[in-house]
């Protein structure tokens, strides 16, 4: 199957405007250049009840941003989302949008975390801001007058990757408890040999060569890549982890290891939603208001959401354990 009209259309008008370089002849801050602006596409999201800024300290004790968008003075969950970008590239301004929908159609508070970005900051820093920032949105926003609200984990791309790595430290630590986890497109892997890799309909806003040069930005150490902080899919245990919705994308270098790791975690008992979307690309979700597969995810992903609040409300707090 072919990509679909939307995304066709929008590859040869980004085609018809790039540069005479390809991101991975660039310097990390030339990347962020080239690709800045794209939220203009996207336009302003729902109104919120609250969107509010806070500054939080990492473990090294440098310091980022999470923006907290509530939809209602009685959010039914709070979600933590990692943005995509392969830990080099995207910004708060670039998923606000998304944000706004995700929190509006959830009715779920969305706590957008804006970790340091590789090269500047690599691994394992944003992984570690990844997790200061659960634990801050438990200590910040998950605690009610009232009650605790459940913690939904979730990402596209690298961020998808950040939280598919704090799920599991989650499980190992003891906490905080995960109600759930939702992948978009996660890289989980760092095999590029994998056919996804190779297919040449696959190579469309990120290829074979973004995702070597993303890694070179982010761990440069080849030999490192198979540390589970790094690629999940190398973790030595896949149970106890909270339920998830993994979604996939047909012509996306990221499919197979994304659907390698939705085949794991069932082996290993974790109850598992996959959907491979037909006709879209690796960005496709994060492309809110510009193309349809955008918009028909985010509903699913946001009744999903909706699911996971709501058997929270019929079941004890999930318990993690230690292993």
Known sequence: MSLDEATSAFLTAAADNAGD?????LS???????????EELYGPGPQMHEARDHRITGQDGGEFTVRVLTPSPSPTSVVVYYHGGGWVLENL??????????????????????????????????IEDAWAGLRWARDNVAQQSEKTLPLIV???????????????????????????????????????????????ENQTTVT???????????????AQRTNPVATPINAQSLTDLPPALVITAEHDVLRDEGEAYAHALQAAGVTVEH????????????????????????????????????DAATQPVRATTAI
Request: hydrophobic share 45%; with cysteine; net charge negative.
């Open 28 to 38: 990390a801050p030339e990347a962020r250049e080239a690709t800045s602006g794209l």
């Open 208 to 222: 074979l060569e973004a995702m070597q040069w993303f890694w070179d930005q982010y761990l440069p150490d080849a």
């Open 275 to 310: 959907h491979r979307w037909k006709g879209q690309m690796h960005t496709f979700f994060s492309m809110v208001n510009v193309l349809p597969g955008s918009a028909e995810a985010i509903d699913l992903v946001t009744k999903r959401i909706n699911d996971f609040a709501k």
């Open 21 to 25: 370089r390809p991101l991975w002849e």
């Open 93 to 126: 301004a670039g998923y606000d949008t998304l944000g706004r929908q995700l929190a509006e159609k959830s009715g779920a508070a969305v706590v957008l975390v804006e970790y340091r970005k590789a090269p500047e900051h690599p691994f394992p820093i944003p």
């Open 154 to 200: 979730a990402g596209d791309s690298a961020g998808a990757n950040l939280a598919a790595v704090v799920a599991q430290r989650a499980r190992d630590e003891g906490g905080p408890a995960v109600q759930a986890q939702i992948l978009v497109c996660p890289v989980t892997d760092a095999d590029f040999t994998r056919d996804s890799y190779l297919a040449p």
